[in-house]
Each structure stands twice: as C-alpha cells, then as structure tokens.
C-alpha cells in the first residue's frame, strides 16, 4: 500500500513540478500574479508529495517491506533501525529520490526567503528549480523507480554493504548530497538573472548564502568521505582519488574559485561573464558527480548502454550547458565590466591567477577521471589513472594554490606599491623561510615536504599578520585590550575574517595531508602470542586472538598490548568481521590518535597456526585533518552569520552604472 | 611585531618538527608498499594493491605481494618489477598511464592547458592594464612634495585595511 502511495506521490509530483516550473516560468515573462501564485502553491504540494513518497520510502525499509526490490537489494532484518532508515541513499533510486527532496525542500526555502525581495527573479529561480526537479521525479517515475516491486517477496534482504555499516553512512552522502543540491540554487539565481537581464550584483548578494552553504557541506561530504576511508576502508589513507572522490571534489574547487570571484564583482563590478561560467560549470559539474556517485559511468565506455540513466544525465548536463551558455551569450553585452584592472600587482590579480590554479586542479582531476574513457575509445585499451597520477599532477597545483592563498591577501586592492609589497611580504616571508630552514635543520629535507611546510607556514604567517594589523588598528582606534579586539575585530567584518579562519582551516588540512602522505611509517609482521613488533617509538606485543559472534557477525579481534618509548601504553585492538551474505571481511582497525601522530593498527589476517598478521603505521599530524575541518565549520559559520548592516549598506551603495565606453567582456 | 613572528617561527617548526620522524627512522620499513602502490590489484577491487590486501582479505593481493617480495629479495629494481607485472597482466595493471605514446598525453595536458590559460590571462591583463590612460602628473613637486604625497597614500592604505 505504501510503496504505491509512494510511486503514486512520485508520478503526481512529477506533473505538478512540471506545472510549476512552466507557471512560474510564464508568470515571470508575462507578470500574471495569480499565475505566480498558483505556482508557488505547486512547489508545495510538490514538498508534501515528495516528503510523502520519502516517507514512504522509510516506512518500507522500516517495516522491512522485502517486496520492494530496493529495500529487498540495500538491507535486511538484522540491520539497526538508524542504519536501515539510512540504506535510503545506499543505492541508485534512493539517492535520486533524497536528490528531490532536498532539492524541494530548498526550493520551499528559497520561496520564503523571497517573499519580500527579488519580485522580477523570483518566478524564474522557481522555474529552473521546479525543472531541474521536474527531471529528478520523471527519472525515478519512468526510469530509476525506488518503489520497484519484486515478482516475489524473499523473507530477508541482501542487507547493507559492510563497509556502509558505519557513522560514516549518516554523515558522508548527506554532506555531499547538501553541497550538490545547495549549488542548484546559486545557478537558478544566475539563471533567473540571465533571464530577467538583472546582472548587477543583486543575484550573487541574494545567493552568497547559499553558495556557502552548499561550498561547506560539499568540503564537508570530502572530508567525510576521507575519514570514512580511514577509519573503515582499513588501508592507513584516506584519499584513494577514485572517480566517486573526484566527483566530489572537482564542483568543491571550481565553487571555491566562483566564490572568491565574486567578491571582485561586488567590489569593482568585474568579471560577471567569468562568474556566471564558473556557477554553471560547478552546477554541472554537481550533475555529473550525482551521476558518477551512483551509476559506476566510468567503469567502461561500454556502460553508458546499460542503462537509462546514464543518457538522461549526460542529457541534462548537455541542456544545462547549452541553455545556460546560449542565455549567456545573448547577454554578453550587457555584461560589461565596470572597471578595469588597475595594476598587475593587484588584489584582483592574485584571484584570476587563484581562479586559474583552482579551475586548472579541477580540470586535471576531471582529464584523469575521464581518461581512461579516452583511451579505450582511441586505443582500445583499459588503464588506469590513479593515486600515482594525481599525486604528480596536482600536488604542485595545489602548492602553487596554498602560495597564492597566502599571497592574495596581502596585495592591495587596484594596485600594489612597492612599498605595500614590501612591508606585507617581509615578515611572513621571514617566518617561513625562518620555519622551513630550522625544519630543514632538524632533517626534513624531502623535495615534496619542504616546500609544502614553507608554504603552509607562509599562508599561516599572512593571516596571522592580518588578525594582528586589524587587532592593532581596533586597538588605536577603540581604545580595546589586544585580546579582547580580536573577537571584535571578527565580528565587525564576518565575512572578511570568516574568510580567514577557513584558510586557516584548509592550512591544517593541508599540513595533515602533507605529513600522512610524505613521512607515514609502515611495517608488516606476523605474529604468535607473546611476539612484538616495533615501529618508531612504539613497541606492540600480541596478547591475544579472539573469536566470537555479534549481531550477525564472526569477529576475530587480535590484542596487542603497547609500549612507547618503553613504557607501557594500554591495549589495541584491531578486528576482522565476517557479515552474513557477504563473503569478503572487513577489517576494524585499530587507531589511537594524539596531536602529534596516529597509530594505526591493520589485522591484515588471523593464520590457521594461531599466528596473526598484522600492519602498522605511524601517520604524523592526523588528527590535524579533523581539526581542520572543524575550524573550516567555525569560519564558515562566522562568514554566514548574518549582519543586519548588510541590508543598511546595500541601501546606501549607489547603482552603478557600467562605462560603456570602456567596457570590456570578462 | 618582530617577537610575535620569532614565536611563530619556533610553534610552527616545532610542531610540525615534532611531530615528522627524524631521516633516521623516516624511510618506510616496507618498500613493498612503494611498488605495491603503483599496481592496481586485479581483483576487482579497483584499490592498488598497497591498499586492497589490507582493506579485505584478497589472496590476489596478498599474491601480487608475495611476488613483489620475492623479486626485491633476488635483487630487482623496483621498476623491474612493475614492468613483470606489466607483461604479466598488461597496461591496466599500472596505477598511473605511462609516460610515453598516447598516453603522454594524460601527463601533459593539464599542465599545457594551466600554461595556455596563465599566458592568455597574463596577456590579457598587460591588455587591460595598458590600455589604460597614463597616470597624471604628480600635482606637488619636489622633496616636500612627494614626502607629503607619501604620507597620504601610506594613511589611505592603513585606512583601507582597517577599512576592508
């Protein structure tokens, strides 16, 4: 009964949005205000009949409801009840369907937030919502049905893929499934824009929230993503670069490039044409990671012909391309910039060359993802593109990147004087070089390490160089205590400072990144009771080797008793479980975390001889990934807090007027 | 200011310094790995072969291993042994495309691309910045002049940057 409320509120849902974005599409262009309204109440009863078939999606996995082939396919009667409310996005058709509920969730959201303001974008930021929805639901109703039914109903499920039954499974899809819907809103603004030929800086003020919002929880979903491979994938890394990986990170870094442009057109009115390339290729780029995140696309170029789904995507992103590009085109002359660049040496500069270097990542993670691809279709042959490629590739793209993090911020806006050079670039430069040679005194001489401690202590010196500029300036001119200036110093300009304690964020990343992959410690050993292994400054003594069953799993978990530096430091343990219906085990590792490194504990295997073998690795700075992380929230939040001076400067900022004569095309 | 960055200078390189293994112990004890992380393993698992014998139990993996032991200990390089792998499975059981015919292309192409882009960018700006009106004669000559000039643009700068 659910599962066909549930198909029934897909196909119904899939008509009324259809309605709806060409209501909202037509009361825009003709001004019809009962039309408008009739829309608006369409994208609600599109919310409640997706909320409807979501909710009956979870029913289904609830009241284990076998006869669906999805619920049948992604859990069984052992699973826990959170575990089997989440295998909602395990597959395919549930992510789809977790896709469209967001995504009219967020167009609910968007309708509220516009009730007062942006009248003439509104309908038309309706409109590509409602038709970008339009196609999720047609996808599940005629081609991908979460509802489907079995001929008959099995008395259990195939169950949850082990590797899936974990937090990661609540926090990495969700994440990464905000960010990716969260970029359909900042692209329906600049769509509505193109439409409307309102191109100042209305639609990226309206947006900038958004554009965070799906920015932070798309870092997020990576960042999750790496954990999880740490902490369950069991292989001591945590960025394996497969397509799914890349998926994920190829929109983060061309939004993280779209949102450092826009700040030069909401200061000097430039760049809008780059700007609106950069929103339409991170909201593709979004598409395509949907489609990869799911379908295994890239596993052969034979697979595009295995299914519906593949086509319809590679369709949507080929329309999105061209209407978005061709509304471009026909607008390009009215959007000329206001300014032009002053100086090579400039603020504006440093962020086309930063613009540059993110979009050029993006692109050598998207060449090596579609390559192999391109070589089947040339040379008929299958290889492979992975961690070896992208390591050489774009490691020294993201070096220049980290530099010029630290650069931008110290190059004046319009044009930089010597003297501003000189006086901004001589300390932090002086810290890094100082930082980089007592490192390289203390033996850290690897070709890739230096460099990259050089840099990140660069970027760490500007920003400190920053805070403590704006610090000393509230100091003589409020007459604060230097401590107390700083909070306040954050607080008076959010998203400036929010801005610089997410680079701090990304800098702790970074160095984590750098230490685990440069100078990680690994040994092998197998062992019988009583046997030690040592690596660095740990020595691990198997103690014991036990086998039992739980909640539908054979675990053997292995005990080692550990000592540093000679003296004892507890127990870990590190396990192998068998699940039910599925043959491979999966490895439960071992780790204990400080702030100066991981230790990380691997049971490769427990031998038939009572023996057990065993993998160990020492990754230093770790846990600073995860801080990391959690000071890129901070910064976020301090960036999206919202200031009630916005709404009095917008008022007070005059309307500009573009030069026409001197206009160029950016 | 100058005790603020010496502080800098000795947190960050003693942390970081602290926390890196010392040459002495740096180099990884199990060279295996190097080798294991430039071959896919041919299991299925689409993990290089460092990786998917510790993720899962893979006897094709743990097989690859053993070779890669094996050959180390008779006294190949280690790119001798990916290049027995190579013969043994062919080109898909490297983790990376080689460097050489078609697939020099996967290689060069996103440094090319980045290259083309910074010239074209680059050009672009000497375009925008030059087409620009010359700046006006200084309006207070001499000494005292430019001093004064000075002072102003310093104060303009420091206000802008509380101002930013």
């Known amino acids: 009964m659910m599962t066909d409320v549930g198909y029934v509120a897909l196909l119904i849902g899939f008509v009324v949005a259809a309605y709806s974005a060409s209501a909202s599409f037509i009361a825009g262009r003709t001004g019809q205000k009962e039309l408008w309204v009739s829309a608006r109440n369409a994208v609600w009863a599109v919310l409640a009949l997706t909320s409807l078939a979501s909710a009956a999606m979870v029913y289904a996995f609830v009241s284990r409801d076998f006869s669906i082939k999805y619920v049948a396919e992604y859990s069984s009667r052992d699973l826990s009840l959170p575990l089997t409310i989440a295998s909602w996005w395990a597959g395919q058709a549930g992510s789809i369907l977790l896709w469209a509920w967001l995504l009219a969730v967020f167009t609910g959201v968007v309708i509220i937030q516009n009730r007062r303001q942006n009248q003439e974008l509104a309908p038309f930021i309706t409109a590509v919502m409602m038709a970008v929805l339009t196609f999720f639901l047609g996808t599940m109703a005629f081609a991908a049905n979460p509802f489907e039914k079995l001929p008959t109903t099995p008395a259990d499920g195939l169950g949850l893929n082990p590797l899936l039954q974990n937090e990661g499974m609540y926090l990495h899809p969700t994440t990464l499934y905000l960010g990716y819907v969260g970029f359909t809103v900042p692209f329906a603004f600049a769509m509505a824009a193109l439409i409307t030929g309102r191109l100042g800086d209305e639609w990226i003020r309206s947006s900038r929230r958004w554009t965070l919002f799906a920015w932070f929880f798309l870092g997020m979903g990576n960042l999750f993503g790496a954990q999880w491979a740490y902490t369950v994938l069991g292989w001591g890394g945590m960025w394996g670069w497969d397509p799914l990986k890349n998926a994920g990170f190829m929109p983060w870094l061309t939004g993280t490039a779209y949102l450092h442009s826009v700040m030069i057109q909401q200061r000097r009115g430039m760049l809008k044409v780059w700007n609106l390339v950069l929103i339409i290729i991170t909201f593709a780029l979004s598409l395509f990671g949907t489609l990869l995140t799911r379908s295994g696309l890239l596993s052969s170029v034979h697979s595009f012909a295995q299914g519906p789904l593949g086509v319809l995507f590679i369709g949507l992103i080929i329309i999105v391309l061209a209407t978005s590009l061709r509304l471009l085109w026909e607008r390009l002359p009215q959007l000329r910039s206001e300014h032009e660049l002053d100086s090579f040496v400039s603020r504006e500069s440093s962020f086309l060359f930063n613009n540059l270097l993110l979009v050029g990542a993006a692109f050598a993670i998207f060449w090596g993802t579609i390559f192999p691809l391109i070589t089947e279709a040339v040379r008929g042959v299958k290889i492979t593109v992975g961690p070896p490629f992208y390591n050489q590739v774009a490691g020294p793209i993201f070096l220049a990147m980290i530099v010029l993090m630290g650069v931008c911020p110290l190059i004046g806006w319009r044009k930089a004087s010597k003297e501003n050079l000189a006086r901004n670039f001589m300390a932090p430069l002086a810290v890094s070089l100082g930082v980089a040679a007592l490192l390289y005194l203390r033996g850290i001489r690897s070709p890739a390490a230096l460099p990259a401690f050089w840099a990140l202590s660069f970027v760490a010196a500007t920003i400190l160089l920053e805070f403590y500029r704006g610090a000393r300036a509230r100091v003589r001119g409020h007459r604060d205590g230097l401590l107390a200036a700083v909070p306040r110093l954050i607080w008076a300009n959010k998203p400036r400072y929010g801005g610089y304690i997410v680079h701090v964020g990304l800098i702790l990343i970074a160095m984590g990144v750098a230490s685990t992959m440069i100078y990680s410690t690994s040994v092998e050993s197998t062992l019988a009771s009583g046997e030690t292994m040592s690596i660095r400054q740990y020595d691990l003594t198997l103690t014991s080797i036990d086998q039992f069953n739980t909640e539908g799993r054979q675990v053997t978990a292995a005990s080692l008793s550990v000592t540093k530096n000679g003296k004892p430091d507890g127990t870990i343990v590190s396990e192998k479980a068998l699940h039910e219906n599925h043959d491979n085990p999966v490895t439960s590792i071992g780790l204990r975390s400080n702030l100066l490194e991981d230790l990380y504990v691997i049971l490769v295997r427990a031998n038939d001889d009572g023996t057990a073998s065993f993998k160990v690795l020492v990754n230093p700075l770790t846990t600073w990934i995860w801080i990391g992380g959690a000071v890129l929230l901070v910064g976020t939040a301090v960036a999206f807090w919202p200031d009630p001076r916005e709404r009095e400067r917008a008022a007070i900022l005059p309307t500009r007027k573009p030069r026409v004569r001197e206009a160029v095309h950016v | ?164």
């Open chain 2, 1 to 164: 200011m100058f005790r603020l960055a010496v502080a800098l200078v000795l947190v960050l390189s003693l942390g970081v310094g602290l926390a890196l293994p010392h040459p002495a112990h740096a180099d990884n004890a199990d060279e295996v790995d190097s080798i294991a992380g430039n071959l896919m393993c041919q299991c299925g698992c689409g993990l290089v072969v460092s990786a998917c014998g510790d993720t899962m139990e893979c006897s094709i993996g743990d097989q690859m291993k053993a070779i890669i032991r094996k050959k180390l200990a008779e006294g190949n390089a280690g790119g001798e042994i990916v290049r027995y792998f190579q013969e043994l499975y062919g080109e898909g059981v490297l983790a990376a495309p080689t460097k050489s015919g078609f697939n020099l292309t996967a290689w060069i192409t996103p440094f090319a691309a980045i290259a083309f882009a910074g010239v074209a960018l680059g050009g672009f700006i000497w375009f925008w910045v030059s087409r620009r009106d010359p700046p006006p004669e200084t309006p207070c000559g001499g000494a005292g002049g430019r001093k004064q000039q000075h002072r102003y643009v310093e104060r303009v700068d420091r206000e802008l940057e509380t101002l930013e």
